[in-house]
């Protein structure tokens, strides 16, 4: 089957973007604005906050200002409670509403994401106890359903591992980009990943997907990222130049960088992120109380403004 690629621009004029290359000025000075304010340290992205749900206009200001300058936050609380609620009401103080409702979430459309035997779920490695490689959420997805921010909530943490890498996938952009823009320029083809389709016993269950690693959105002029290190049911495209970049890609995630931030929520504790990079190492649970995790995907991006 024909892969669908629906991620060309519209012939709308798009808003400017230092992320594009005409523009080479622009460039230069969000290079130097965005290094001047990355954090130093996974734990400059921590605030803490009294109530998730209810956040103090200081709480909230702090939580932005690392949005505006990592792409993400991570709020701590004192509440271990399991109330499913919380990820939903924190995410709409960052206008945050429209939830994707995949068919692996519950009907709210919150995941938990906790270990599963079989039944759907299992066969699905976020339900595993198993290590996840890098990747941002939903790049198997069409246009119309990416996934642009996400809420992962703490309610129990694994007896031992579960730890989370996080990267901006601006920092990789630019990492990139100064090695070779031909990497970035390749990355950005419509067709340079391609996530084949996925059958079941009714047929095809969903179509494969082709679409760009590093796109630019025409409204905001905002980067999105599309990734995946996945080594199966995955098809770079066989241009010289994206098997270069893909490679760049994989040597920059793999070396240990300070932009590399690593940490392990604890209950209370939750990731608020514009679709960040991460992975998630392998873990063991305690049987008495297996880690779970409240994931809340959404199609806008957080508005971190105030």
Known sequence: MTAVSAFASPS???????????????????????????????ADLVVDVADPRALTRSERAAIAARCRAANMAIYASGDTSADKDLPRMLA??????????NWLADDDGISRVTVQEGGG????????????????????HPPERTIRAMVLHCVAKAAEG??????????????????????????MRPD???????????????????????SVDDATGHLHMRYTAR??????HADADVRAAVAALERLLATPSPWIHRITLEPG???LCNNVLHDRSAFTDDPARPRLIYRARYHERIDASG
């Open 121 to 140: 779920r299992g066969d699905f490695i976020p339900y595993t106890s198993r290590g996840i490689r890098w990747h941002t959420d939903g790049y198997y």
């Open 92 to 101: 709409a103080q960052f206008g945050l509403a429209g939830l994707d409702r």
């Open 231 to 236: 080594t199966r049911s995955i098809e770079w």
């Open 192 to 214: 340079a990943m391609t996530i084949p389709e996925r059958a079941d016993e009714d047929g095809v269950a969903r179509p494969a997907q082709s679409g760009p690693v590093f």
């Open 162 to 187: 579960g730890e989370n890498a996080l990267m901006d996938p601006e920092i990789a952009y630019l990492q990139l980009r100064d090695a070779d823009p031909a990497f970035v320029r390749a990355l």
């Open 12 to 42: 709308r004029t798009p808003s400017p973007s230092p992320f594009r290359f005409d523009d080479e000025r622009a460039w230069r000075e969000w290079r130097a604005r965005k290094l001047a304010g990355c954090p130093a340290s996974g």
């Open 269 to 271: 504790m939750g990731l």
